[in-house]
């Protein structure tokens, strides 16, 4: 779906990347923060960013980043089981974020 679309009905957008270690992702970020910027200025609602990218380190999330406070990126560890469970909770602008085993919890409901 598309923001530009939706606009005023939207509350999160998530973003999956995929990059390589090495790669520039530079330019990138210099085009989202100028949608970020235009977005929020649209919108009644601040509208969440999150940004989710793989890692080898642990889980981690950073918030205010770039200096935009609507803007989140998570760490997420590669190579695990199960995979990261992440809830959006847009009511209270919340994210959950669940390493654990909670796959087998569900599969044994």
Same mark, same amino acid.
């Given at each position: ?33 100028? *949608? ?10 601040? &509208?969440?960013?999150?940004?989710? $990218?793989? @890692?080898? /380190? ?17 760490? *997420? ?10 809830? &959006?909770?847009?009511?209270?602008? $919340?994210? @959950?974020? /669940? ?11």
């Amino acid at each position: 779906t598309s923001v530009d679309q939706y606009g005023a009905r939207v509350d999160v957008v998530v973003i999956f990347a995929n990059t390589g270690q090495t790669y520039n992702n530079e330019p990138f970020f210099d085009g989202l923060l100028k *949608v970020i910027d235009e977005w929020t200025g649209r919108s009644s609602t601040m &509208i969440q960013f999150l940004y989710i $990218k793989q @890692s080898s /380190d642990d889980f981690r999330l950073n918030g205010n980043v770039l200096e935009r406070r609507n803007l989140f990126i998570a760490n *997420v560890k590669n190579g695990v089981w199960p995979p990261m469970k992440i809830e &959006i909770d847009t009511d209270v602008q $919340k994210f @959950s974020f /669940d390493e654990s085993d909670w796959y087998y919890d569900v599969q044994q409901e």
